[in-house]
């Protein structure tokens, strides 16, 4: 276990590699600072933290996912000039805010140190970083991967098979959402036109009412089964 002297917080050994790669990362690019960006591609890089095993989750579309993020990183941010830099080297005032946010999630979520996933939470939450460009360009937002803290997912790799479940039914969710919502527009119009307004919008309110209990109903039973499968806590 690894603790930052500032802030006296535990970082996993997982958390601590991230943002050695992210070191790594920024020499590489010949650059003379860490910034968000290079603590995403360290995630990345590292690749067996929850961290970047929500991300593979998210952006299954894309074949290689650090080739991804590299390319659209390169796209925002220049290489420096050809001096390498050798050494530890500083972090950015956004990138500071990152850690200083990852530590925020960890102690709200009462966990015992920083883990990879609480990295994640901090790049997207410093949203005006690269490191949140890039993943928000990738269509990677912050609410959606709260979902999964709010699961309490452990960075145990025993656990990350299970994040596909989640995923599943976190779509299933969006999809009956969706379904949902296209059943009420339909009713709205419906109910707007013919001499029997008032009746079929009675019954619409009707309809809709029992809609929002099965959907509740079914979001219920989904986190139901979910915790059944993950009781533990961060």
Same mark, same amino acid.
């Given at each position: 276990?690894?603790?930052?002297?500032?802030? =006296?917080?535990?970082? +996993?050994?997982?958390?601590?590699?991230?943002?050695?790669? &992210?070191?790594?990362?920024?020499?590489?690019?010949?650059?003379? *600072?860490?910034?968000?960006?290079?603590?995403?591609?360290?995630?990345?890089?590292? =690749?067996?933290?929850?961290?970047?095993?929500?991300?593979?989750?998210?952006?299954?579309?894309?074949?290689?996912?650090? =080739?991804?993020?590299? %390319?659209?990183? $390169?796209?925002?941010?220049?290489?420096?000039?050809?001096?390498?830099?050798?050494?530890?080297? /500083?972090? +950015? /005032?956004?990138? !500071?805010?990152?850690?200083? *946010?990852?530590?925020?999630?960890?102690? +709200?979520? !009462?966990?015992?140190?920083? @883990?990879?996933?609480?990295?994640?939470?901090? #790049?997207?939450?410093? @949203?005006?970083?690269?490191?949140?460009?890039?993943?928000?360009?990738?269509?990677?937002?912050?609410?959606?991967?709260?979902? *999964?803290?709010?699961?309490?997912?452990?960075?145990?790799?025993?656990?990350?098979?299970? #994040?596909?479940?989640?995923?599943?039914?976190?779509?299933?969710?969006? &999809?009956?959402?969706?379904?949902?919502? @296209?059943?009420? %527009? %339909?009713?709205?119009?419906?109910?707007?036109?013919? %001499?029997? !307004?008032?009746? #079929? $919008?009675?019954?619409?309110?009707?309809?809709?009412?029992?809609?929002?209990?099965?959907?509740?109903?079914?979001?219920?039973?989904?986190?139901?089964?979910?915790?059944?499968?993950? /009781?533990?806590?961060?």
């Amino acid at each position: 276990m690894y603790y930052d002297k500032i802030s =006296g917080r535990k970082f +996993t050994d997982r958390s601590r590699k991230v943002l050695q790669l &992210a070191n790594q990362e920024a020499q590489r690019l010949n650059h003379e *600072y860490i910034g968000s960006e290079h603590i995403l591609l360290g995630l990345v890089k590292e =690749g067996g933290g929850i961290g970047c095993k929500i991300l593979d989750i998210e952006l299954k579309h894309f074949k290689s996912l650090i =080739g991804e993020i590299r %390319s659209e990183i $390169e796209k925002l941010v220049q290489k420096g000039p050809d001096i390498v830099i050798m050494g530890k080297l /500083p972090f +950015t /005032p956004r990138a !500071k805010k990152v850690i200083e *946010y990852a530590e925020d999630t960890a102690r +709200t979520r !009462k966990a015992d140190a920083v @883990n990879t996933f609480h990295l994640l939470i901090g #790049i997207l939450r410093e @949203n005006e970083g690269v490191g949140a460009r890039v993943l928000n360009n990738l269509g990677v937002g912050i609410v959606g991967i709260e979902l *999964y803290g709010d699961l309490k997912i452990l960075d145990q790799e025993e656990k990350i098979d299970q #994040i596909a479940v989640i995923r599943a039914r976190k779509e299933e969710i969006d &999809a009956r959402k969706k379904i949902d919502q @296209n059943t009420e %527009s %339909s009713l709205r119009i419906l109910a707007g036109s013919g %001499s029997r !307004k008032k009746e #079929i $919008e009675l019954d619409s309110i009707r309809i809709l009412s029992r809609i929002k209990e099965i959907v509740e109903k079914h979001e219920r039973d989904c986190l139901s089964e979910i915790r059944e499968i993950l /009781p533990d806590e961060l």
